[in-house]
């Protein structure tokens, strides 16, 4: 039987995966580890079988399906599996306050993860999503977009083969409904991949419990090209950067703030770049009708305010030629300020860098820019001041989501919660601390307990100043007149 037999109602997967996370949370993170070793071989060897279904479902260049999907899918589970013991493992907790306590610190699974995934990375994204939940612990159930189902189904057939036990990964196959119904059955988590759209629809309907989720939404990313800047390698990166995946990438390069001095030439150059691009080889096509509609709008609309539209001919089978917007009015243009999500780039000129930083930012989104420079380090101070969740300098951010060390997320409407790196281990676990005595197993009666009184205050205030005193030996003078306090009050007044 095929995952895809699998289907299930949502609150029927929900109680399934409630049962089977008991035993797989049990196990510990270094023998969650040790039952996933052989994850990296396992999808090594069926990284042909993967391809095949990711480009038979979404008609992405089997290029892009092994180089951005299945290679990145490897390294992540490499890094996941290396980092989750350090990572996961107890860790003790010293405090300045109560040397005489050991404090400990787990992270506790959370119990039944539901992700939520889309369609553009169908298998990358929800294995980034999947794979530190259960290294955490928990049990979880996918539900990929409902365009790509299959390739949902091979990730979970996968995961299983590598050793995931029954009932602790499960296939939901659906659309929204399905999804809604996830969430109504009440999980420990959701994490969502998606547009802001829907993404406030499972955060509101995670908050009637509450439950948790992890976000990751749209973008109207930007690239921003300082005027010392190689023309030949920024446009080259752009080229791509704009248009990979036919541009159905959260992080595709939607917007380029370009020095006015290099404006002209910039556009001509990335011009004849995205002319000369195999549109029907190398660019995915709009994955259905209602995306191709979005391309189109935001083409048309451009056309209809007067801008300079170079390209943006729809062509058969869902594609579009790749279109170069600018012009007077760009940054006002709805293919400036909302997601395009297809292959489609505006254009706009700048003055100093303080101008660039307030263009970029005046955004609601912040998943990722590029900075081009040859300045590296004023690129780097530039890219500081930039809203979003990753920078890249002379290169497209985008390539960031390949490399499985680097935490990935956003902020403002491009969501929250970070996968990939030790973030993503931390983020699938909540934080319990445990407390216990370093000596005697009661020991003496806490010198705060009843009663109160002006002893007290005064040991306090001793106390204060100790903390505040710069050094340590200011400290340790500070708590060792706060302890004489402490001790001389113990002795005439017993705590009850």
Not at 49 to 64: L, M, Q
Not at 281 to 304: K, S
């Amino acid at each position: 039987m095929t995952a895809l037999q699998e289907v299930r109602s949502g609150s029927v997967l929900v109680e399934r995966a409630r049962a089977a996370q008991a035993g797989w949370g049990a196990l510990g993170v270094e023998e969650r580890v040790r039952v996933l070793g052989r994850l990296p071989r396992v999808l090594a060897g069926n990284s042909d079988r993967i391809a095949d279904v990711i480009v038979a479902e979404n008609g992405k260049p089997r290029a892009e399906a092994l180089a951005h999907e299945v290679v990145p899918g490897i390294a992540l589970a490499r890094q996941h599996l290396g980092a989750a013991v350090a990572t996961l493992g107890a860790g003790r907790i010293t405090a300045l306050t109560a040397p005489h306590r050991r404090t400990v610190r787990l992270h506790r699974p959370y119990g039944v993860v539901v992700a939520i995934a889309p369609w553009n990375l169908p298998f990358l994204i929800p294995f980034s999503q999947v794979l530190p939940a259960l290294l955490g612990g928990n049990a979880v159930v996918l539900k990929p977009s409902e365009l790509t189902p299959r390739v949902g189904a091979v990730l979970v057939e996968v995961l299983t083969e590598a050793g995931v036990p029954e009932g602790v990964l499960q296939l939901a196959v659906g659309d929204g409904a399905m999804g809604a119904e996830l969430v109504a059955a009440r999980p420990d988590k959701v994490l969502f991949t998606g547009s802001v759209a829907t993404g406030r629809k499972v955060m509101e309907a995670a908050a009637r419990f509450p439950i948790p989720v992890g976000l990751e939404l749209g973008g109207v990313d930007a690239a921003v090209v300082l005027g010392d800047a190689d023309l030949e390698f920024t446009t080259s990166a752009i080229a791509w950067g704009a248009n990979f995946n036919g541009g159905q990438a959260c992080c595709s390069i939607e917007r380029v703030l370009v020095h006015r001095d290099l404006h002209d030439a910039f556009l001509a150059r990335l011009e004849d770049k995205v002319r000369r691009i195999d549109v029907r080889n190398d660019l995915a096509p709009a994955i259905d009708e209602r995306q191709q509609r979005i391309w189109q709008r935001h083409v048309d609309a451009a056309r209809t305010a007067g801008l300079d539209v170079r390209g943006g001919e729809p062509l058969p089978g869902r594609h579009l030629t790749p279109a170069l917007i600018s012009g007077d009015g760009v940054t006002a243009a709805e293919v400036w300020t909302e997601e395009t999500f297809g292959p489609v780039v505006a254009v706009a000129p700048f003055d100093s860098d303080e101008e660039a930083v307030q263009l970029h930012n005046a955004t609601d989104y912040g998943l990722t820019a590029s900075v081009f420079s040859a300045d590296v380090d004023r690129a780097r101070a530039l890219a500081g001041r930039l809203l979003a969740g990753s920078v890249a300098i002379n290169d497209v951010a985008a390539t960031l989501y390949s490399t499985p060390e680097l935490p990935w997320g956003g902020v403002g409407r491009s969501g929250f919660g970070r996968s990939h790196g030790v973030d993503a281990l931390l983020d699938a676990c909540w934080v319990q601390v445990v407390d216990a005595p370093r000596g005697p197993v009661f020991g003496p009666k806490r010198p705060w307990w009843y009663p109160y009184g002006p002893e007290l205050e005064d040991a306090f205030r001793a106390l204060a100043t100790g903390l505040a005193a710069p050094g340590p030996a200011g400290l340790a003078g500070g708590a060792q007149r706060a302890g004489r306090r402490l001790l001389s009050m113990l002795s005439r007044q017993p705590k009850l």
